[in-house]
């Protein structure tokens, strides 16, 4: 799997010049934040894993775990979950069924295939196959960890909807951690769903939008003192 960015480029600089190009303005600002946000993980010495919801073909996780290296974070595991059968709803923009032409084995093959990685981060990587709706599956992924950085990518209000219940059920975020909203901005459900349970939250959470792009918003959440 190729990078298909140069890491270079990833300035506020060159952000300004591609406003216009929508995936340059997307990948590039989103990638801007995932570093800043890693990097940010490392300077406070925040405990907890990364991991993924939505991985198709394990790009963003490339990134990630890119970034956890760059970093010196070799101590977290980096973690995708996956129905890998594509979108099971229309909603807005996203269309059913799209978003399949991929396996888990052929996403955690590239991944492990990548030239950027070093055999340190790719032991890290981890891909799990299960429909969010799974509550036992899910349980056996999530359950006894802490994540610090969540990153949810599945595109569909429903599934970001069901995502919650399973980080709620689990209880798996970090006293303080990232959640990173990949299609907020997109004609969806998502943004309206995930506005509804940040405000329920925020009895339990200090709440911060850490960064954004036009399609993308990421939170900071710190748990509050009892």
Same mark, same amino acid.
């Given at each position: 799997?190729?990078?298909?960015?140069?890491?270079?480029?990833?300035?506020?600089?060159?952000?300004?010049?591609?406003?216009?190009?929508?995936?340059?303005?997307?990948?590039?600002?989103?990638?801007?934040?995932?570093?800043?946000?890693?990097?940010?993980?490392?300077?406070?010495?925040?405990?907890?894993?990364?991991?993924?919801?939505?991985?198709?073909?394990?790009?963003?996780?490339?990134?990630?775990?890119?970034?956890?290296?760059?970093?010196?974070?070799?101590?977290?595991?980096?973690?995708?979950?996956?129905?890998?059968?594509?979108?099971s709803e229309d909603d807005?923009?996203?269309?059913?069924? /799209?978003?399949?032409?991929?396996?888990?084995?052929?996403?955690?093959?590239?991944?492990?295939? *990548?030239?950027?990685?070093?055999?340190?981060?790719?032991?890290?990587?981890?891909?799990?196959?299960?429909?969010?709706?799974?509550?036992?599956?899910?349980? *056996?992924?999530?359950?006894?960890?802490?994540?610090?950085?969540?990153?949810?990518?599945?595109?569909?209000g429903s599934s970001t909807?069901?995502?919650?219940?399973?980080?709620?059920? /689990?209880?798996?975020?970090?006293?303080?951690?990232?959640?990173?909203?990949?299609?907020?901005?997109?004609?969806? *459900?998502?943004?309206?769903?995930?506005?509804?349970?940040?405000?329920?939250?925020?009895?339990?959470?200090?709440?911060?939008?850490?960064? *954004?792009?036009?399609? /993308?918003?990421?939170?900071?959440?710190?748990?509050?003192?009892?």
């Open positions: 799997m190729e990078m298909l960015y140069n890491p270079k480029d990833l300035t506020p600089k060159y952000y300004k010049t591609v406003q216009d190009d929508e995936e340059l303005e997307h990948q590039i600002g989103r990638l801007q934040n995932f570093r800043a946000i890693i990097q940010e993980v490392h300077d406070k010495n925040l405990k907890g894993d990364f991991i993924e919801f939505g991985v198709f073909r394990g790009f963003s996780i490339l990134w990630t775990a890119y970034f956890c290296q760059q970093a010196g974070l070799y101590d977290r595991a980096l973690m995708g979950v996956d129905g890998f059968i594509g979108l807005g923009i996203f269309k059913k069924g /799209t978003l399949s032409s991929t396996s888990r084995k052929e996403c955690e093959r590239a991944l492990k295939a *990548s030239p950027d990685l070093d055999a340190r981060i790719k032991e890290r990587i981890q891909i799990h196959e299960s429909l969010f709706e799974n509550i036992q599956k899910m349980g *056996s992924i999530l359950s006894g960890k802490k994540f610090v950085f969540v990153h949810i990518d599945c595109d569909l909807l069901q995502l919650f219940q399973r980080i709620q059920e /689990t209880d798996c975020l970090a006293d303080e951690c990232f959640i990173l909203f990949d299609d907020y901005g997109c004609i969806s *459900s998502l943004a309206k769903i995930v506005d509804s349970h940040m405000r329920t939250l925020e009895d339990g959470w200090k709440i911060t939008v850490h960064s *954004s792009t036009k399609l /993308t918003k990421n939170f900071h959440l710190q748990k509050r003192l009892l």
